[in-house]
């Protein structure tokens, strides 16, 4: 088998959370143990998921390679697959292949402040970054999460939101689109980049991290650029449709730069040498 | 190693594929059907279309086919078990008659299925095949393989390559591979050793068309021309062009599922389809079909030569001949190559 890069590992979906209307939480253990032992990657890396007899889909490891034994992925129930895996139960199993793609230099960032942007159903890929940071969190400066979603119900990880503003060496500004509060909402209302215009975070010596739906990235870069951020230190990834995740099937490509090969993570300096097709 | 030629006569080539055949091996060779010529297992010598220009369809199926089972699975009361493509099950293939521009699109082929993950499956069935190269004393003008850096006698990616030496019917054999001397090994007594011969004077003559490097530079500036536009206005959209292609790889992945078994299959897909790069959430980053023409474009002659040192065309020049809109590939190219840029 190891010559078919298309064989998936046989996951256990060992826990399911509800986190928002049509999103859901799988954590996933191997069911081969020599599986488990042999399985590393790092934060920013994808996998396909898949349900035997419906197909794959692509989403990235949204749990921090910190934490051993299991992964993590977030899915919005959309298409023919998510809807599929929405309705395994606990106990099914799944299918996984990945690690694919590259990863947020997490290293190379010590002792810098890290800044967290996310909108919706983006803080997945970021969770992981998040996760992996906070268990090393003595090799960062000052960490600040600012996430948003068009409604209170719409936020995901609700639990962990909590964790965070628990925190005390954690700066978590919270934030609905006007109209989407609940009378109990004690966050921010306004849309992201709003928020962390006013929130004004230092650029010094800080790496923004930036994942949101297409017209939150266009507003936030503008705002990041007034605060002083450079390119070079503002970090995205990129979502295109994929099927296989290893520069073979040919549609994930911006220009000569393939998303599951050269990304799925950019800097902003390096999104603008990419032509305007993605 | 060094080319060894000999002369094998038109009667002896029947009987190497008689001997071929009694050594169990499984030979593809064009075969005209229903006024298509395409490669199909065959046991009959004389239902070979030796004389076609080349096959409707391009010979890559022989190690890519056009669907490939990459898994199966059952469910059971226990879970699921699921197994592998099992490259043990590939039979051994001599590819007869194949025209120097698909054998150059073996490589072109391979160059994708290696970039980095090797792909296992497809490397093993490419392993298995034995590639009889015949080079073309004919061609069209739908054919520019000179002008993309091959030639109606280009020796690379045939094991052996026959060329037809006039019409006498006797011809040159080139072995140039170990698969290529396993074969000349079964049937020494029908080879002859080649005196001086000047295979140039027996092959097709098919013009140079257009400059490719200066194809190529022009292509990296090209990417916001407003050109594309017209370049695909007749465009349907068919993606015929990618299915008769030697050098496209582009795949789609499947589940198809019969009660509690099924399998996943890999299958030919297009960069000319809508749906080849739709996102669930409706978003299309290549969203009209200019886009799409570009895509195909710069993929074989930027993208493919800057990450994979190859191009991604052979001059073959079938999807111009399959294309049901009359698109000429050439035309585009000579125009992008003629562009001031």
Redo the contacts between chains.
Sequence with gaps: ????????Y?MRIEKVTFEAPGVKTFMLKF?NEEDQDKFTFRAGQFGEY???????STFCIASSPTRKGYIECTFRQ??KV?NALSNCEEGS?V?FRGPYGNTFPVDEWKGKSLLFIAGGIALPPMRCVIWNALDMRENFKDVTIIYGARSVKDLVYKHELEDWRRRKDVKLITTVDPGGESPDWKGEIGFVPTIVEKAAPSSVNTIAIVCGP?VMIKYTFPVLAKLGFLNENIFTTL???M??G???????????V?VC?DGPVFTLAQLKEL?D?? | MNIDKHIIRKDSLEKLFDILRQNSKTIYAPVSRNSKVIFRKTDNFAEIAAGCIQTDISSKEIAFPRTER??D?S?SAD??S?K??D?GDIPEIVLWGVRPCDTVGIGELSA??N???????Y??RLSKVTVLGFSCSKADEYCFCTSVGGNPGNTAGSDILFTRLGDNGDFLAEVLTEKGIAVFALATGFFEKAGEIKKEEFLAEVPVRFNLEVLSNNLEKF??SGQWVDLSLKCLGCGVCAYVCPAC?????????HGRK?S?F?CW?S?AFSL??????G?N??DVQS?RWR?RI??KF??MP??LSVYGCTGCGRCSRACPADMNILESLISIQEANV
């Design positions: 088998m190891t010559d078919n890069l298309y064989m998936p046989l069911i898949s349900v035997f007899g419906v197909g794959e959309t298409g998510t199993v299918g297409p979502e295109n449709r099927k296989c290893f520069g073979k099937c040919g549609r994930c490509n911006v220009g000569k393939y090969k032509p097709e993605y | 990459l898994l699975y469910r879970g699921i699921v592998g493509f490259s994708i299925f970039w980095d993950y090797k792909d296992g499956i490397n093993n990417f916001e790889a582009c795949f789609d992945i499947q589940d198809e599922a099924g996943r890999r897909d960069c080849f790069t739709l996102h669930t959430s978003h980053p290549r886009q895509q710069m993929h930027s993208y800057d990450r």
